[in-house]
């Protein structure tokens, strides 16, 4: 079996500020995804990446940058963060878009 | 509306009584997932299942393609299965875009 791990698990930042949470799955999944959860909520695609260099984009990608920078690793940049964003933010990946596996998430908090 | 619904909101059952979840979708599905989610926790994969029936434990999972329509149902429920459940679905062919249901909020009392 494989894992997915995301850092930080929590993450602290000031309104405005530019903020980058990581992922890294060791599956050798071609596909990435990133999704916010609000508390108590559903799960919102950010965005999501096929193959290493592709990026796409989900219903909530303004204020957000990604960056596939290798096949096992995905990375989400908060542009410039805002109070009403704190979330959980989750990461999965699957083999051609099929079973998605999760990461534990990050939690951010925006002072 | 919404692309996926998933019904009831919420559930209140005694411990040992079964549970029905309904997922309902807009278009056709290509590919179709149900999680578990503890509250504060990962997500867990329950089943990948597309179209037709899986069963794991005293889970089974029914998806109806053609009628745009998936359940959950659990057998003889128990406290430990207090929690989230929700249905995730790729709505447009070759598209590897998942749309979430709102979930359903499961409380099995002793």
């Known amino acids: 079996g494989g894992i997915i791990t995301q850092t930080p698990k929590f993450l602290i930042g000031q309104e405005g500020q530019k903020l980058t949470l990581k992922c890294q799955q060791n599956f050798n999944h071609d596909t990435m995804y990133w999704y916010r959860q609000d508390s108590g909520k559903g799960l919102r695609l950010i965005y999501y990446?096929?193959?290493?260099?592709?990026?796409q984009k989900g219903d909530l990608s303004e204020g957000y940058d990604a960056s596939r920078e290798k096949k096992s690793s995905f990375s989400l940049t908060v542009t410039s963060a805002q109070k009403n964003e704190m979330a959980v933010f989750l990461c999965a990946s699957s083999w051609g878009g099929a079973e998605q596996f999760f990461g534990p998430g990050t939690r951010l908090t925006v002072l | 509306g919404q692309q996926v619904q998933q019904s009831p909101a919420s559930l209140v059952l005694q411990e040992g009584e079964n549970a029905e979840l309904q997922c309902n979708f807009s278009?056709?599905?290509?590919?179709l997932q149900w999680f578990y989610q503890h509250p504060g926790g990962r997500l867990v994969s329950l089943f990948y299942n597309p179209s037709g029936t899986k069963h794991t434990g005293r889970l089974t999972s029914t998806t109806v393609t053609n009628e745009r329509r998936s359940s959950l149902h659990i057998s003889s429920s128990q406290t430990t299965d207090s929690g989230t459940y929700f249905c995730?679905?790729?709505?447009?062919?070759?598209?590897?875009?998942?749309?979430f249901g709102a979930g359903t909020r499961l409380k099995v009392i002793a």
């Open positions: 278009s056709t599905a290509t590919r």
């Open positions: 995730a679905i790729d709505l447009n062919t070759g598209n590897y875009k998942y749309v």
């Open positions: 990446s096929i193959t290493e260099n592709d990026l």
